[in-house]
Structure formats: C-alpha cells, structure tokens
C-alpha cells in the first residue's frame, strides 16, 4: 500500500495591500518529510493543493534553512530529502 501526503489547507486572505497572505508555513511543508525518503516537487506541490512552483519555492526556503537537502536527477529534474528526520 502507497501512503499518500493529506493536502494542508491554504488560507486564501489578503494582507492590506490586497495581496494574498502568507499561509503557509515552512514547518508545516516540512512535516512532509517524516523520513529520509526523497520526494519531487510535484508530489510535494500536490499534497500540498499548490502550483509547482510555489511548492518549488518553499522546498528552496527549507533548503536555504538547512532544513532538507536537493539534488538533481537529470536535466530538469530534481528530488529533496530530510537528512535527519525527527525520531519516533
């Protein structure tokens, strides 16, 4: 049986300017990464209910953080990591 990521809600409210606000956190991006199994940005994108690239963008805000690692497998193709995921 394949386990399969829940979507995360997305708040679609508005900050004073009218653009959308941040709703997402990081650490809720990183709960998708239980274990040291590498995952693609498309599989993150969709359990998150998000565009690719806005999923792209929040694996490279993690990565920036140290929190998850990237390496690329072909020419466009990358996948991410958890190299020390939390125990239990």
């Given at each position: 049986m394949?386990?399969?990521c829940v979507p995360l809600p997305v708040?679609?409210?508005?900050?004073?300017?009218?653009?959308?606000?941040?709703?997402m956190?990081?650490?809720?991006?990183?709960?998708?990464?239980p274990d040291t199994e590498p995952r693609t940005t498309s599989e993150i994108a969709e359990a998150l209910d998000v565009a690719q690239k806005t999923?792209?963008?929040?694996?490279?805000a993690l990565k920036d953080r140290g929190d998850i690692r990237k390496k690329?497998?072909?020419k466009l193709a990358?996948?991410?990591?958890r190299p020390n995921p939390p125990e239990g």
């Amino acid at each position: 049986m394949q386990s399969r990521c829940v979507p995360l809600p997305v708040s679609q409210e508005r900050d004073e300017s009218g653009r959308y606000q941040e709703s997402m956190p990081l650490d809720a991006v990183l709960e998708l990464f239980p274990d040291t199994e590498p995952r693609t940005t498309s599989e993150i994108a969709e359990a998150l209910d998000v565009a690719q690239k806005t999923a792209y963008n929040k694996l490279e805000a993690l990565k920036d953080r140290g929190d998850i690692r990237k390496k690329s497998i072909g020419k466009l193709a990358v996948v991410w990591w958890r190299p020390n995921p939390p125990e239990g």
